[in-house]
Nanobody, 115 residues
Framework: QVYLVESGGGLAQPGGSLRLGCTAS????????MNWWRQAPGKERELVAS???????NYVDSVKGRFTISRNNARSTVFLQLNGLKPDDTATYYC?????????WGKGTLVTVSS
């Protein structure tokens, strides 16, 4: 069974930072592309950042230059560093992996950006 467990959400002020982590089990972590998605209240879930097995990354335009995705294969963990946070970044952030044609999701971690 595949499990994804997110951590690191919380309350941050505008301009502040948070670091999210997602630890995976039940997969050969190092060979998979790992993704971070987010869903704000009343909005559709959107793909925020991805990192493939070789370490190449992609970001949605709205977070480029502010968020950084990284991975530690030895710890089966993917990170998302959130800098320069804005109120529009408020959302539940989900870790995701696709394995053998199936998508697996964590339960999410809430990020709230407010003064």
């Amino acid at each position: 069974q595949v499990y994804l467990v997110e951590s690191g959400g919380g309350l941050a002020q505008p301009g502040g930072s948070l670091r999210l982590g997602c630890t995976a089990s039940g997969i050969n972590f190092s060979i998979h592309t790992m993704n971070w998605w987010r869903q704000a209240p009343g909005k559709e879930r959107e793909l925020v950042a991805s990192i493939n097995s070789g370490g190449s990354t992609n970001y949605v335009d709205s977070v480029k230059g502010r968020f950084t995705i990284s991975r530690n294969n030895a710890r089966s963990t993917v990170f998302l560093q959130l800098n320069g946070l804005k109120p529009d970044d408020t959302a539940t952030y989900y870790c995701n992996v696709k394995r053998q044609g199936l998508n697996y999701w964590g339960k999410g971690t809430l990020v709230t950006v407010s003064s």
